[in-house]
């Protein structure tokens, strides 16, 4: 049986995400350009999911073209930039366990708050090497002013992210509050 076809090429509860984040085409308005470049974004947890997704990008482009009737010689082309890849981070269950209940102690429990997964591109992951070898665990520190954070909760808006020119983080506990974290964490991990 071949790959299958249509909108689902995976799972349900297999997530990726294919977001189109530059478009270079032309130079000026009334002049019909010769080639259009499209840089995308494909997010996924598992890398399977990501190939299928990939092959999925190159079948859906060369049946479209095809359908419109483009020349073989004039096809799209899908160029992958691997050198940009970053695979998904996976904290690993056990560590992540224990680095929780160091967190929580030291932290107190109403300030440790699990999460679901993000489809955000964070390297943070190679540091387990391929296949996951190396144990790790990743955290997020809130550094938002928490009168801003209560307010976007009470009005059911959304605050600016990490990478936002708006971001605006108070540095005043937070940073204490990292330090504090990341030394329980390894205080913990260090104990015989």
Do not use: C
Request: aromatic content about 4%; cysteine-free; glycine content about 6%.
């Amino acid at each position: 049986m071949g790959e299958p076809h249509g909108s689902h090429h995976h799972g349900p509860l297999d997530p990726a995400v294919v977001t189109v984040g530059a478009i270079h085409a032309g130079t000026k308005h009334n002049i019909i350009p010769d080639e259009a470049r499209l840089q995308l974004t494909v997010r996924a947890y598992k890398p399977e999911v990501r190939r299928k997704v990939l092959l999925a990008i190159e079948r859906i482009t060369q049946g479209i073209a095809a359908a419109a009737g483009v020349p073989p010689d004039r096809a799209p082309t899908v160029t992958l930039a691997d050198e940009e890849f970053t695979p998904s981070t996976y904290n690993n269950p056990e560590l992540t366990r224990r680095a929780v209940s160091a967190l929580k102690s030291a932290l107190g429990p109403d300030n440790v708050v699990a999460t679901d997964p993000v489809m955000a591109a964070e390297d943070f992951g190679r540091y387990s090497l391929e296949g996951n070898q190396i144990p790790i665990f990743i955290f997020w520190l809130g550094a938002v002013d928490p009168l801003r954070l209560r307010e976007a909760q009470e009005k059911g808006t959304s605050l600016p992210s990490l990478h936002s020119s708006k971001f605006a983080p108070l540095p005043e506990p937070a940073i204490r509050t990292g330090v504090k974290a990341m030394t329980a964490v390894v205080l913990d991990l260090m104990k015989k």
